[in-house]
């Protein structure tokens, strides 16, 4: 058989194919993932768009995947409350009843905007939410997650509020598979905050039946490898499930490094349920991020990627993958955390690394910048002043924090002042979407629309599995099947 019959075979994956004896039914990008995936959320298609933080996963954004029968997450974390809310309200008024969460962050240090997040959600009737960067389970997080359930006539558990679990750790992802524990239960429960119904209901569920497993990615990130990860969570999954009894399955999907179809198609081919991705989205215009930022994510490459240290939990010592090439965030926010480690305070460092400190990164004096961050806290939540007031090096952590949180909106407005201390969140799966985009119609930064990108990746992921079923079948698959170029889809 030809080479070209066969590229043409690969090509048309939606039709069913016979060659040389070997039969293979139609191939769907619908059919990638775990079906229960659309019928439980309403999705067309099993894949999500990121909940990208300070709104750089916008409302447009999620409402153009919702209308196209992906799913969206807003980006809310590190929001105000009343922005969140807005732009939730902009969302559920577009998106024509397409499916569509938000994000809920874990906030160690600022429990009470996690708690208000929450409020937000529950009162606004948000029944998707991605929760991020959880190490252990929050009042919060298992709040939401129990709202609302009740048991249906059948005797079975009615679940309101889909959580969305980002897991990177097999022990956080153990806590979200197993039921609320007792404790936390007890304390909603003298709260006020769930019902009595609600709390007996939870020990017969999980907290989350969706869990986006997290490889290498942009932002938070344990950089593990997803080859390796997502069969420790499939297995840990199945474990867990037979011990517990659970009525329904849960849903295992992927995310992290995907960035060209065969990362995709790879992700399925493992038993992923659904596919989300994140830094590649950034890129579209759709995203948040200003025409400047976005064009600096045009030029990245393998190695153009690096940790620097998370300013929502800075003091703890959490990282973030973030843009290396053509900025300098990365090294001066290294520079902050050695500093804050080294030294008690900000007068115990010496004058000539202050002077750097003022001149090259703060870009102010000392007191001034002390003077800006106060006046934040003040508005945000006094107690951080008197903690400050009473020690030193917290305040120290204040003032660093400051810097680290700036930067990501620096990036966004588009500060020309503040090009070089761009935070702008990045893994590696953007230097394979530039390589596998290049001298497409997605290449220039003005043509990468989100839909049009999820479209391709899903297309190419049909593509490269009806290609793998050929080969499997043992016929002469030319390695030209494997490459599947982007084209305009709409």
């Known amino acids: ?269 493992m038993g992923a349920a659904y596919v989300v991705t994140g830094s590649i989205n950034q890129s579209a215009v759709e995203s948040g991020l200003h025409p400047d930022a976005r064009a600096l994510l045009g030029q990245v490459g393998l190695g153009d990627v690096m940790m620097a240290p998370a300013a929502d939990m800075f003091e703890l010592g959490v990282e973030v993958q973030v843009l290396r090439r053509g900025v300098l965030f990365g090294p001066r926010a290294k520079r902050l955390y050695d500093l804050y480690s080294r030294y008690p305070s900000l007068e115990a460092i010496p004058a000539p690394d202050q002077a750097r400190l003022a001149r090259e990164i703060l870009q102010d004096s000392l007191p001034n910048a002390w003077e800006r961050v106060a006046d934040y806290w003040r508005r945000r939540d006094p107690g951080e002043l008197a903690r400050a007031e009473a020690d030193p090096k917290h305040k120290m952590a204040l003032i660093f924090r400051g810097y680290l949180g700036q930067a990501s909106r620096w990036a966004i407005a588009g500060a020309p002042a503040r090009r070089a201390d761009y935070q702008i969140w990045c893994g590696p799966a953007l230097a394979a979407f530039n390589a596998w985009v290049k001298g497409s119609h997605l290449e220039p930064l003005d043509g990468r629309r989100v839909v049009d990108i999820a479209q391709n990746l899903m297309e190419g992921a049909a593509a490269l599995t009806r290609a793998q079923q050929l080969r499997v079948a043992g016929l002469p698959v030319p390695a030209a099947a494997f490459h599947f170029r982007p084209r305009p889809l709409s």
């Open 1 to 269: 058989m030809s080479a070209q019959r066969m590229l043409e075979a690969v090509a048309a994956f939606r039709q069913p194919v016979e060659i040389n004896g070997v039969s293979l039914p139609p191939i769907y990008p619908e059919w990638l993932g775990d079906r229960t995936f659309g019928e439980v959320h309403g999705a067309r298609f099993p894949y999500a768009s990121g909940a990208m933080a300070n709104g750089i996963a916008t409302a447009r954004m999620v409402v153009e995947m919702a209308r196209a029968g992906f799913m969206g997450f807003f980006g809310a974390a590190g929001l105000d409350p009343r922005q969140v809310e807005a732009e939730i309200e902009a969302i559920q008024a577009q998106a024509g009843g397409g499916a569509w969460g938000s994000n809920l962050i874990h906030s160690p240090q600022t429990p009470d905007l996690e708690e208000a997040i929450v409020d937000l959600y529950l009162r606004r009737g948000v029944e998707r939410v991605s929760a991020a960067a959880y190490m252990r389970l929050t009042p919060a997080v298992v709040r939401y997650a129990v709202t609302g359930l009740r048991q249906t006539p059948a005797g079975g558990v009615y679940r309101r509020h889909h959580l969305f679990a980002k897991v990177s750790r097999p022990e956080v992802a153990r806590r979200f598979m197993s039921p609320a524990p007792a404790d936390l239960l007890d304390l909603l429960l003298s709260r006020g905050q769930i019902t009595p119904q609600e709390a007996a209901l939870a020990a017969r569920v999980p907290v989350a039946e969706d869990f986006t497993v997290e490889g290498d990615s942009g932002g938070h990130t344990d950089n593990q490898a997803l080859t390796a990860l997502l069969p420790i969570i499939l297995g840990m999954r199945d474990e867990l499930m037979a011990l517990h009894r659970y009525p329904r399955p849960i849903r295992i999907g992927a995310a992290g490094g995907l960035g060209a179809p065969q990362a995709v198609a790879a992700a399925f081919a």
